[in-house]
C-alpha cells in the first residue's frame, strides 16, 4: 500500500509564498510520475503541477507557470511543490498525487492521493 501525506498548506496573501511538501510511504511507486491537482469550491478538481519519477521531466498548468515549481527527492520519498506570486484564485484544497498519468495531467482509477491541504490567498 502507499500513503501520501501533504503538508504546508495555509493562508498567505496575495503576492505572498507557499511551499508544499508530499511525503510518502509504502511500497516504491516505481514508474509512477508524482503531481498536485487541486480543487475550489463549486470547482472541478484541476491539474496544477507533475514531475516524472527520474525529475527529469516536469509539466505544468498554463495557470501556474512561472509562478510554481515542482521537484521531488526520491532519496526523502517528498514531492515539493514551491508556490510564488500567489492570487486570489489559487485558493483550493491541494492534493498530492502519484499516477502513471499525471505527467499528462490526466488521473486514473489507480492513482494514489494524500487527503488534501487547504490553501487562502487573501487578497
Known amino acids: 500500500q502507499v500513503q501520501l501525506v501533504e503538508s504546508g498548506g495555509g493562508l498567505v496573501q496575495a503576492g505572498g509564498s507557499l511551499r508544499l511538501s508530499c511525503a510518502t510511504s509504502?511500497?516504491?511507486?516505481?514508474?509512477?510520475?508524482m503531481g498536485w491537482f487541486r480543487q475550489a469550491p463549486g470547482k472541478e478538481r484541476e491539474f496544477v503541477a507533475a514531475?516524472?519519477?527520474?525529475?527529469?521531466?516536469?509539466n505544468y498548468a498554463d495557470s501556474v507557470k512561472g509562478r510554481f515549481t515542482i521537484s521531488r527527492d526520491n532519496t526523502k520519498s517528498t514531492v515539493i511543490l514551491q508556490m510564488n506570486s500567489l492570487k486570489p484564485e489559487d485558493t483550493a484544497v491541494y492534493y498530492c498525487?502519484?499516477?502513471?498519468?499525471?505527467?499528462?495531467?490526466?488521473?486514473?482509477?489507480?492513482?494514489?492521493w494524500g487527503q488534501g491541504t487547504q490553501v487562502t490567498v487573501s487578497s
Open positions: 498525487n502519484a499516477g502513471t498519468e499525471t505527467m499528462m495531467g490526466k488521473n486514473t482509477a489507480y492513482d494514489y
Open positions: 509504502g511500497r516504491t511507486l516505481g514508474y509512477y510520475s
Open positions: 514531475i516524472s519519477w527520474t525529475g527529469g521531466s516536469t
